[in-house]
């Protein structure tokens, strides 16, 4: 059984950083594209970033681009999203997600597995 825990969510001013951190189970983690998600309250859900199989690769959205890293540790099957300057807009629950494929996808439909999300709130 496939499992994605998502960790790290929680209440911060704008301008903080806050890191994300998802721990996958169940998977040959090594093998899969894995990517962060949000969706805000009334918002359909929206991709953050993507990073390939062995981490060689990431991939952005522009809203967050310059301000998150996203990054893996294949030996502890976890993935991270580290956000700087974070933003009121930024608030939503955050989930990872992910994708057995080596094309970086933005699309929610491409991601066979999601986590049940964090909840990140920014106040200003």
């Known amino acids: 059984q496939v499992q994605l825990v998502e960790s790290g969510g929680g209440l911060v001013q704008a301008g903080d950083s806050l890191r994300l951190s998802c721990a996958a189970s169940?998977?040959?983690?090594?093998?899969?594209?894995m990517g962060w998600f949000r969706q805000a309250p009334g918002k359909e859900r929206e991709f953050v970033a993507a990073?390939?199989?062995?981490?060689?690769?990431?991939y952005y959205a522009d809203s967050v681009k310059g301000r998150c890293t996203i990054s893996r540790d294949n030996a502890e099957n976890t993935v991270y999203l580290q956000m700087n300057e974070l933003k009121p807009e930024d608030a939503a629950v955050y989930y990872c997600?992910?994708?057995?494929?080596?094309?970086?996808?933005?699309?929610?439909?491409?991601?066979?597995?999601w986590g049940q999300g964090t909840q990140v709130t920014v106040s200003s």
């Open positions: 169940g998977l040959a983690f090594g093998s899969y594209t």
């Open positions: 990073i390939s199989d062995n981490g060689g690769r990431t």
């Open positions: 997600a992910a994708d057995f494929s080596r094309t970086l996808y933005s699309v929610v439909g491409r991601y066979d597995y």
